[in-house]
Each structure stands twice: as C-alpha cells, then as structure tokens.
C-alpha cells in the first residue's frame, strides 16, 4: 500500500525533489554548477537572493540543463555582475511547484597585497630569537600561510615555528638559519608570495 501511495503521488502529484543543491566554492571565470533533479518535474526555475536567474538570453552566462541544474559557463565577479549569493531551484508541473533547500555560491579570492611583509634584510647573532613578520592578503576563504627558506618549505618545531597570525618565529637562531626567507598564503585561488627577506646570522666569536 505503501508503494501504491507514493506511486500515485509521483504521477498525480507536485514534484518530488530527489537531489537539492549545495554549497559550492568557484572559482572567477570558471565553470561550476549547482544541481537540482525531479524525476517528475516538467519546468524548472532558479532564483538568487530572491530573484529570478535570467537563463534563456543567448547572452546569459547561465543554462538550465534538461535534468534542472544550474549551469554556470563561467562563474562571475565583477562590478556590473556578481553571482556569489543563496541559490534554490523550483521544480514545477501541472499539479503544483516544489522549492529546494537553499545554496550558497561562494566566489573565492585573494589580493595582492600582503598586509605585513618581512624586512628585506636582518641580522641576527647566534643564539638570539627573531621574528619575521607576516600578515598574508584578505581572500575567501581565509589563506593558510606558510614559509619558504631558500625555495624549502619551512617545518614547524620545538625551535622554529609558524604563527596562527602568519609570524616565522626563531626561538634559538643558529648558523643554518641565515638565507633568504619567503612567506607564501595560499587559498583555492592559489598561492601568493610576499617579498623577500635575507636573513644574516652573526657568529658570537
């Protein structure tokens, strides 16, 4: 009976969405689709932040394939046109209209311009601390840092370390230390690099 009841509802019913869309991160100028499906839909509608998306404009840079998903040829970020928002697909037919969940279209990026950079140039003794100082771009989502000592990825220890705000800190600089220094952010745009910093370790003869 069971069987019976959801087979009548599939025919002489609204539809029944069997796929929602998620959330997606894009990239600018890439493509990227938000997905929606109703086996038992025949017209499908998408809205953004409460707004009907223009689809059918030869123009538009979006399409709605047959199966009801948003399709992006290339995702958008500029100032006359911004497709970052809450997305959600109407699914309709002839007995009525089912709204998906919500979506959130996030268009990642990241500047430029490093906050803080590291001096061009420090000196150092043996056995002193130090600290190069780092403040990596404003991006979406928030880059991770990292340092790179003469092209080599620079490993967290007891002795060196990055900070959560983006620091190299040295707790007892040694001869090895000295060469030139790179703090590199990264996000899902790419990596960034900050200018360099040659560091000279003095000895304490």
Request: charged letters at 20%; one cysteine or more.
């Given at each position: 009976?069971?069987?019976?009841?959801?087979?009548?509802?599939?025919?002489?019913?609204?539809?029944?969405?069997?796929?929602?869309?998620?959330?997606?991160?894009?990239?600018?100028?890439?493509?990227?689709?938000?997905?929606?499906?109703?086996?038992?839909?025949?017209?499908?509608?998408?809205?953004r932040n409460g707004e009907l998306v223009l689809t059918d404009d030869?123009?538009?840079?979006?399409?709605?394939?047959?199966?009801?998903?948003?399709?992006?040829?290339?995702?958008?970020?500029?100032?006359?046109?911004?497709?970052?928002?809450?997305?959600?697909?109407?699914?309709?037919?002839?007995?009525?209209?089912?709204?998906?969940?919500?979506?959130?279209?996030?268009?990642?990026?990241?500047?430029?311009?490093?906050?803080?950079?590291?001096?061009?140039?420090?000196?150092?003794?043996?056995?002193?601390?130090?600290?190069?100082?780092?403040?990596?771009?404003?991006?979406?989502?928030?880059?991770?840092?990292?340092?790179?000592?003469?092209?080599?990825?620079?490993?967290?220890?007891?002795?060196?370390?990055?900070?959560?705000?983006?620091?190299?800190?040295?707790?007892?600089?040694?001869?090895?230390?000295?060469?030139?220094?790179?703090?590199?952010?990264?996000?899902?745009?790419?990596?960034?690099?900050?200018?360099?910093?040659?560091?000279?370790?003095?000895?304490?003869?």
């Amino acid at each position: 009976m069971l069987l019976i009841f959801y087979y009548i509802q599939y025919v002489n019913g609204p539809p029944i969405i069997t796929e929602h869309p998620k959330d997606i991160l894009s990239r600018r100028n890439e493509p990227a689709t938000l997905n929606c499906a109703s086996p038992n839909a025949d017209k499908f509608k998408w809205y953004r932040n409460g707004e009907l998306v223009l689809t059918d404009d030869s123009k538009e840079q979006r399409i709605i394939t047959y199966g009801g998903s948003l399709f992006f040829m290339r995702v958008m970020a500029n100032r006359k046109e911004n497709d970052a928002g809450t997305y959600w697909c109407v699914a309709s037919n002839k007995y009525g209209s089912t709204k998906s969940s919500n979506a959130t279209l996030t268009i990642a990026s990241l500047g430029n311009i490093f906050i803080k950079e590291p001096k061009a140039s420090v000196k150092v003794r043996q056995g002193e601390s130090l600290v190069l100082q780092c403040r990596p771009p404003k991006g979406v989502p928030g880059p991770t840092v990292l340092w790179k000592h003469n092209g080599i990825t620079v490993l967290n220890n007891s002795r060196v370390w990055t900070t959560k705000e983006g620091d190299l800190t040295f707790d007892d600089v040694v001869e090895a230390d000295a060469g030139v220094y790179v703090c590199v952010a990264n996000n899902y745009v790419g990596p960034r690099e900050s200018s360099q910093s040659s560091v000279v370790v003095m000895s304490n003869l």
